[in-house]
């Protein structure tokens, strides 16, 4: 069975632009989380979807978003960049909300703010 | 409020020692669930154990052993007999069941482990 995928890989934007990353769940999954991997933060939680819903926040500015797909297939988005929101992306997938399932991750998304 | 611990910020061990990674947490509910991921190089986290509140079994796979103690809310790990490929950073994690909180992991600041041959 295929891991999570997610695309692309390596992303160098610029302040102000806005970006967009994407986040293919193990079939059969239905919950995709999403979060922010830097050196001076560590892993920090930044939403969770559910059947396409957002059923859990972290504590991130309304500029980041994220919707998810009837596939399961999930998307975030990053408006107006700032060079803090540098990192690595990681979204991981699990059979179902809840913390009775393990959550297994994608390989990431290298962001670079100029 | 949660909170997960792993003071060792770094260790470095030679091949065939054993080491133990700590980690300590802090949660307010009852079912909470632990896990360790792995993360080489590469960046990928790799998920190692996952262990529930109410199992304080310890666990063996293989080289790997856990230590779960609910009295010193601990959830160490060992390595026995380490190896080069077991050079990564890794991180222990909590997830709460109560208020829809299962699909978040609240992560420590992750222990990098050197393995020299």
């Known amino acids: 069975k295929a891991g999570v995928t997610q695309t692309p890989r390596y992303l160098i934007k610029t302040r102000g632009q806005q970006v967009t990353l994407s986040c293919s769940p193990i079939?059969?999954?239905?919950?995709v989380s999403w979060y922010q991997q830097t050196p001076g933060q560590g892993l920090q939680f930044l939403f969770e979807y559910f059947s396409e819903t957002q059923r859990n926040k972290g504590n991130f500015p309304g500029r980041f978003s994220g919707r998810q797909f009837s596939n399961s297939r999930s998307e975030m988005n990053v408006s107006t960049l700032e060079l803090g929101d540098s990192a690595l992306y990681l979204c991981?997938?699990?059979?179902?909300?809840?913390?009775?399932?393990?959550?297994?991750f994608g390989p990431g998304t290298r962001l670079t703010v100029l | 409020a949660q909170k997960v611990t792993q003071a060792q910020t770094e260790i470095s061990v030679v091949e065939k020692e054993d080491v133990t990674l700590d980690c300590v947490y802090e949660t307010r509910d009852t079912t909470y669930y632990l896990f360790w991921y792995k993360q080489p190089p590469s960046g990928e986290l790799v998920f190692l154990i996952r262990?529930?509140?109410?199992?304080?079994q310890n666990e063996i796979s293989g080289r790997y052993s856990w230590n779960f103690q609910k009295s010193t809310s601990s959830f160490n790990f060992t390595i026995t007999a380490s190896q080069v490929v077991d050079s990564a950073v890794y991180f222990c994690a909590l997830s709460e069941v109560a208020y829809n909180q299962g699909g978040k992991l609240i992560f420590g600041q992750g222990t990098e482990l050197s393995v020299k041959p």
């Open positions: 991981a997938s699990s059979l179902q909300v809840g913390g009775t399932d393990t959550q297994y």
């Open positions: 262990r529930n509140s109410f199992d304080e």
């Open positions: 079939s059969g999954h239905r919950s």
